[in-house]
């Protein structure tokens, strides 16, 4: 019995010494055989036949700008159809290598650049294509004729933008407070009669105009606004055509509300009448707007159509006319340019309504007061009589003549003043 013991304990031995060094226990063999169904389902849905201990590994180190990318993939041959057992032998194992070109992964990026030339050409070319097919797009309007300004001369140009400089060198800036009248009055009594505009006198200041009207120093304590009126500025201009021995008449140019009303005269009637005067020599405009006269010297007609800029002139519904007004006041531009449309909303406006000219950004205001209707707002013209000798041998019928003129005048004054002394709140801070 004990000699049987000793033999199975011998033979036990030596079949534990003959088992093989990679014969795993039950259990362990077990758990890879559920391992290795996992790992053929997921290679059969996949339709890939690879080793689950594949190694991947890099053959070169990390390549610079021109160096290939060697992948080697230790496990399963492509060329085999079959599906080998896992196993850890090195003689199944066989490297795959793929070749990837990384040339351009460290290439820069360059920006193109954009010469204006090259579209210059382009444009060239398309406008030259479209031209010679006579395609050219209706969208374009305008813009696909190009206009040639060879044949233009200053003298057509002088036809749509006049601006003689001599009114310009005779406004009298500045002005005393609250002389915004005469000096107005000023400056177009030296346009018309002095050498300094297109007279033959010489030309006076505002200081020898205000003595000559009966005022005397000092004239900055003077307040000329609440007796100052359209009618007074004409009999102004008689005193001082009088006093020099020259003929002057003075008339409304464009009055469409109140008294001295021009009537049946259209705002385009009252523009046409205006630019003819600016063009004569004879002529000179006094504008009087919120509490404030000053003097219309030049226009400019502004084509509707950029391909116009350099033509001549124009029919009225092609333009947009712009006036141009010498401010005697130092305080403001020397030369507003006002559109002529804004200047007939300032005089078609009636109490308490009012718009001041020299700041249309504040649109129409309402005056303070209790009287409606009618307007003092208007354009003045002044005129020198083409026959200046006085008549020797009527000399009593001139003077009769002279003294009904001024009486005429002196009576629409007084009303007029009246009229002047109600809307001139503001007349401290206008001139």
């Keep these: 019995m004990g000699n049987l013991q000793a033999v199975l304990t011998r033979y036990k031995s030596l079949e534990e010494e003959d088992v093989p060094s990679?014969?795993?226990?039950?259990?362990?063999?077990?758990?890879?055989?559920?391992?290795?169904?996992?790992?053929?389902?997921?290679?059969?849905?996949?339709?890939?036949?690879?080793?689950?201990?594949?190694?991947?590994?890099?053959?070169?180190?990390?390549?610079?700008?021109?160096?290939?990318?060697?992948?080697?993939?230790?496990?399963?041959?492509?060329?085999?159809?079959?599906?080998?057992?896992?196993?850890?032998?090195?003689?199944?194992?066989?490297?795959?290598?793929?070749?990837?070109?990384?040339?351009?992964?460290?290439?820069p990026i360059r920006k193109r650049s954009l010469s204006a030339s090259r579209f210059v050409s382009k444009a060239k070319n398309l406008i030259t294509k479209s031209a010679s097919s006579g395609k050219l797009s209706s969208k374009s309007g305008d813009n696909a004729f190009i206009p040639s300004a060879s044949n233009t001369t200053a003298c057509v140009i002088a036809e749509r933008k006049v601006l003689d400089l001599k009114r310009w060198y005779t406004v009298s800036r500045p002005q005393y407070q609250k002389s915004c009248g005469p000096s107005s009055l000023i400056s177009c009594w030296n346009f018309i009669f002095s050498t300094l505009g297109y007279g033959s006198l010489p030309p006076i200041t505002q200081e020898e105009g205000l003595t000559i009207l009966g005022f005397k120093p000092p004239f900055s304590e003077i307040r000329f606004g609440p007796f100052t009126g359209n009618t007074t500025l004409m009999r102004w201009f008689q005193v001082l055509n009088n006093h020099f021995k020259v003929r002057g008449r003075s008339f409304f140019v464009y009055k469409p509300h109140g008294r001295n009303k021009t009537h049946g005269t259209e705002a385009r009637d009252a523009l046409n009448t205006i630019k003819d005067g600016l063009n004569n020599q004879s002529v000179a405009y006094i504008y009087h707007c919120q509490n404030h006269y000053f003097c219309p010297i030049g226009y400019e007609d502004v084509p509707t159509k950029a391909v116009n800029a350099y033509s001549g002139r124009l029919a009225p519904d092609e333009v947009e006319t712009w006036v141009l007004i010498a401010d005697p006041s130092r305080k403001y531009p020397g030369i507003h340019c006002v559109q002529w449309k804004d200047i007939v909303t300032d005089l078609n406006c009636q109490n308490p309504d009012f718009v001041n000219i020299r700041k249309l950004d504040k649109g129409i205001q309402k005056r303070k007061t209790k009287k409606k209707g009618g307007n003092l707002h208007c354009i003045m013209a002044f005129q020198r009589s083409s026959y200046q000798r006085l008549g020797r041998g009527k000399s009593g019928y001139n003077k009769l003549k002279q003294e009904e003129t001024e009486k005429q005048l002196s009576d629409s004054e007084t009303n007029d003043t009246e009229d002047h002394d109600s809307s001139s709140e503001d007349t401290d801070d206008s001139n």
């Excluded at 996949?46 to 990318?69: G, H, M, Q, R, Y």
Aim: charged residues 35%; hydrophobic residues 25%; proline residues 5%.
């Design 22 to 107: 990679d014969e795993l226990s039950v259990n362990q063999r077990n758990k890879d055989t559920h391992q290795d169904e996992d790992t053929a389902t997921y290679g059969k849905d996949c339709d890939v036949k690879f080793n689950t201990a594949a190694v991947v590994s890099l053959s070169k180190p990390f390549p610079t700008e021109t160096n290939d990318i060697n992948i080697t993939l230790n496990g399963a041959d492509d060329d085999t159809d079959t599906e080998k057992p896992c196993s850890s032998d090195k003689e199944n194992k066989r490297p795959v290598v793929f070749e990837v070109d990384v040339h351009d992964w460290n290439k």
